[in-house]
């Protein structure tokens, strides 16, 4: 057998993209077996009973995973070509910001952590591309409502929020963990890819998601920043709003 | 109602036709683009849901043989597959108004109470009798 030469590494970029890819495929029967369960039981017992929950962690541990999978594969696309550019348009940074807390419940119910949505003022169009940031969010969130639980923070909270900033409007996640510096962030990049845990002080796992955000926002010319929302800290997108249409 | 469910996965399968069995669907399940073009020619399908990535003819194959027969020309084909909208997007002209693929799911988000809303709310099959709900 041929020995794959230092070029040629035998897990390559795209094996392992295929992998996130094939890997979707045992979650989701995992996601229906647990459904498919859930719905029997519903039909002989009463909704108090203890198997319901569980069979209903099951399903939303699974449709996590595929979420987490389909982010990942986005992000890493993106940052394999490295000249594509997210194609932008005029996007509502609320109805991002609402569409991520939707997604992010369920797992954030899981993880006993309490979600809100902070929008207090009002915020004209910003150029994203939609899906690209709504991409980004939610696997920031994945990542701050996995570890906020094992940081110990005064309260499980994560705030989705927007505000205005010098460079235009920050949307991000905050919560009270101070961990969340600019200088974790810094680290974590440097080290992304040569250590297990990258972002030591924030994730007691890969923290993918950061770095998932990180390669998506880079594509759409945005750039994930450590901010701070009233007392909060986080991160979040330095978007660009929409002048033109502002000006309408 | 009775439908053609195209599913090469064994297991998505299964849970697909047990949970649309249960809300009072036939269902006859085919792995393949050919075994799908015999089962409708055994039995003429309400509606079918199609995995576009088969083995061997893909689904789009699939589709343009399925087409080519007038009895199913008007027979509405759900795309329920593994390809992600981003990659779907490129094609969907073409399925749509060519192949007439009336609506598209991506199937890793779409759980199995959502196949049989899907199936029982289609505005083309609301004509159809006897169809029982799934909450």
């Known amino acids: ?248 | 109602m009775h439908i053609l469910l195209v599913e090469p996965d064994k297991l998505l399968a299964r849970s697909e036709c047990q949970a649309l069995e249960q809300a009072g669907h036939s269902v006859m399940v085919a792995a393949t683009a050919q075994v799908a073009i015999q089962a409708a020619d055994e039995r003429r399908p309400d509606i079918v849901l199609l995995e576009l990535q088969l083995v061997s003819h893909s689904g789009i194959e699939f589709l343009y043989e399925f087409r080519s027969y007038s009895d199913w020309q008007s027979i509405p084909v759900v795309a329920l597959t593994q390809v992600p909208p981003a990659e779907f997007s490129g094609s969907a002209e073409l399925l749509k108004h060519e192949l007439g693929v009336v609506a598209y799911h991506y199937k890793p988000r779409t759980s199995l109470t959502k196949i049989c809303r899907i199936v029982n709310e289609h505005p083309l099959l609301s004509d159809i009798p006897n169809i029982v709900s799934v909450s």
Do not use: W
Request: contains cysteine.
């Open chain 1, 1 to 248: 057998m041929r020995r794959p030469s230092q070029q040629q590494p035998i897990l390559s970029e795209q094996v392992l993209l295929s992998i996130a890819e094939q890997l979707k495929t045992p979650f989701l029967q995992i996601s229906h077996r647990a459904e498919l369960m859930a719905l029997a039981e519903r039909h002989h017992t009463d909704q108090s009973n203890p198997v319901l929950a569980d069979l209903h962690e099951i399903q939303t541990t699974s449709d996590t995973a595929i979420r987490l999978l389909d982010n990942y594969l986005f992000g890493a696309r993106l940052a394999l070509e490295e000249q594509y550019q997210l194609q932008l348009e005029p996007v509502s940074v609320s109805s991002v910001l609402y569409d991520t807390g939707q997604q992010l419940d369920a797992m954030a119910k899981l993880y006993g952590v309490e979600l809100e949505l902070s929008l207090n003022g009002k915020f004209g169009p910003v150029m994203a591309n939609r899906s690209g940031l709504q991409s980004a969010l939610v696997s920031l969130g994945y990542t701050l409502i996995e570890a906020l639980p094992s940081l110990e923070a005064r309260h499980s909270r994560l705030q989705l929020a927007a505000h205005r900033c010098r460079y235009g409007i920050v949307a991000g996640l905050y919560s009270d963990a101070e961990q969340l510096t600019v200088e974790a962030l810094r680290q974590g990049r440097k080290l992304q890819g040569h250590a297990r845990q990258p972002l030591s002080m924030l994730s007691p796992g890969s923290g993918a998601g950061v770095f998932v955000a990180d390669a998506i926002l880079q594509a759409m010319d945005s750039e994930l920043k450590v901010s701070r929302h009233h007392r909060l800290y986080g991160l979040g997108a330095v978007l660009r709003p929409n002048q033109q249409i502002q000006l309408v």
